[in-house]
């Protein structure tokens, strides 16, 4: 019987439970993101395949192009002179709609359930993904075709951003938040080598499969989520996370009048406390210009915007530039573009475990971002020296370009989410994330963009494009990391605890 088992050994019982709960919605939600970048990755493999020169290649016998007609084998309407204006206009149609549509999805992420919301965006994104591909089986060659697709793909992908760092802020607290989402904002890095080496299978053959095959493991995975996904712990009687230093007796004291469930969600915590003694007013969400105002959300989000800039285009450009400049086939730029993302996994981990031991997110991005930019104008003039130096700086410029981004969408994302000035109230956290993020999108939409239109003039030109916004983004912070620095002489005088900024 129940009361014959020791306290602690409940305490044991339950303590595992949370412990699992909290483990398969990490894993979960990691999965979920893997299949949005997986999805969004084949594009940037595809491009070498679509235009390419043919001189080399056997012609068809059945063939009615020229004889000088040295792209009969590219794949039109990307066959032309313009082809990287045409395929910068796609991944910008993407984009677009994904910045648009993040600064919706926030919105609508807090007043739906994120489970349905989740799902459905999943299972439209698959089938999006997978459109785009059957153009190849469908003979397809009109541009609308393409840009359509990359819009609508753009705008239900926001669906899965704010949805995921939300479900993962409801189940964790801040102590340790930056390493843990370090670790899990790998999903990332990890989802763009699955695209890779999916996309890559079939690149020199039937490119269709590099979309379709990732659309489907997508839908196949909004089915997962739709039955599984568990959105706040009280949903399973699991207990809420702590965050900003509350002390753990002040949940533990049942006769405490701060622990009923209205009461609960004022102390701090981002979640509702669901109990059957009786129902609480649900907290009004904060609107767009409520969010703004929160200490360093406009900082950092201006920062992600120029950091996601170097980022996307790295993810979008980076295979043809190897392509280009190191003369690999197309499969194999694709492979070894995949290095940059190890390096982004290593980066994110890194930067988590930084800033959690020295309670400075805003110092630890901007030592990574003064340390890529000398790091990418290597790159450029040595990486392609050899295959050891490629490897090499490509782990490099992964984890000085990923680490900042990767720490800006989580964990400072959750911290500002769940700050002090909004009284706990959890509706907050989906529209920061989609504030921040969405802001950097819009970087994301540039940066390939002017990857397609600067490339045309020179590598080297794109390069100098990169590295002049790795330094607008460090410039942006400082003001917070000049904060940080006071609050690090404070404690150190005082002996003190860091004081939350």
């Known amino acids: 019987m129940r009361s014959s088992l020791a306290p602690g050994v409940w305490f044991f019982r339950a303590f595992s439970r949370d412990s699992w709960f909290r483990g398969s919605i990490l894993l979960l939600t990691f999965l979920i993101y893997t299949c949005y970048h997986m999805s969004r990755k084949p594009i940037s493999v595809v491009k070498s395949r679509l235009h390419q020169n043919c001189s080399e290649q056997i012609k068809p016998i059945n063939d009615t192009h020229s004889l000088n007609d040295t792209m ?272 982004g996994i290593i980066g994110g981990i890194m930067a988590g475990l930084i800033s959690d031991y020295t309670n400075g997110r805003a110092t630890t991005c901007c030592v990574m971002l003064i340390l890529a930019a000398p790091m990418m104008f290597l790159y450029n003039y040595i990486g392609q020296d050899g295959i050891t130096s490629s490897i090499v700086m490509l782990i490099i410029c992964g984890g000085l370009v990923n680490g900042p981004y990767a720490l800006i969408t989580t964990a400072v994302s959750a911290d500002l989410g769940t700050h002090k000035s909004l009284k706990g109230n959890a509706k907050a956290l989906s529209t920061v994330t989609a504030i921040i993020d969405g802001t950097g999108s819009i970087g994301a939409a540039l940066g390939p963009l002017l990857a397609g239109l600067i490339s045309p003039t020179g590598w080297n030109n794109v390069f100098y494009m990169l590295i002049s916004a790795d330094v607008l983004a460090c410039l942006l912070l400082c003001r917070l990391v000049y904060k940080e620095i006071l609050a690090w002489k404070v404690s150190l005088s005082r002996g003190s605890g860091y004081k939350e900024i």
């Open 72 to 343: 009969w084998c590219s794949w039109a309407p990307f066959d032309k002179d313009n082809y990287k204006e045409l395929l910068a206009g796609v991944d910008n149609a993407f984009l677009v709609a994904y910045a648009i549509g993040m600064f919706i999805s926030g919105v609508f992420g807090e007043r739906l359930p994120l489970r349905y919301y989740l799902s459905a965006g999943m299972l439209l994104s698959g089938l999006f993904t997978s459109l785009f591909g059957l153009g190849y089986f469908w003979n397809i060659h009109e541009l609308w075709y393409f840009v359509v697709i990359q819009v609508c793909n753009g705008l239900v992908q926001t669906t899965g951003w704010p949805s995921v760092v939300t479900c993962v802020g409801n189940w964790f607290g801040k102590g340790k938040r930056g390493f843990i989402m370090g670790i899990w904002n790998s999903h990332t890095s990890v989802g763009n080598i699955l695209g890779s080496l999916i996309a890559g299978i079939w690149v020199n053959g039937q490119w269709g499969l590099s979309f379709v095959v990732p659309g489907i493991i997508t839908a196949i995975m909004g089915v997962i989520t739709f039955l599984f996904l568990i959105e706040h712990p009280e949903d399973v009687d699991c207990s809420p996370p702590q965050h900003h230093g509350e002390p753990a007796e002040n949940q533990d004291n049942p006769e405490d009048p701060g622990n009923s469930p209205c009461s609960i969600r004022d102390s701090g915590l981002e979640t509702v406390a669901k109990t059957s003694k009786g129902p609480c007013e649900e907290p009004a969400a904060i609107n767009f210009f409520g969010a703004l105002r929160i200490p360093g959300v406009v900082e950092f989000s201006l920062c992600l915007l120029f950091a996601k800039l170097v980022s996307y285009t790295f993810l979008y450009w980076l295979p043809l530039y190897i392509f280009n400049v190191a003369h690999f086939s197309a499969k194999e730029a694709g492979d070894l573009s995949t290095l940059f993302d190890v390096g």
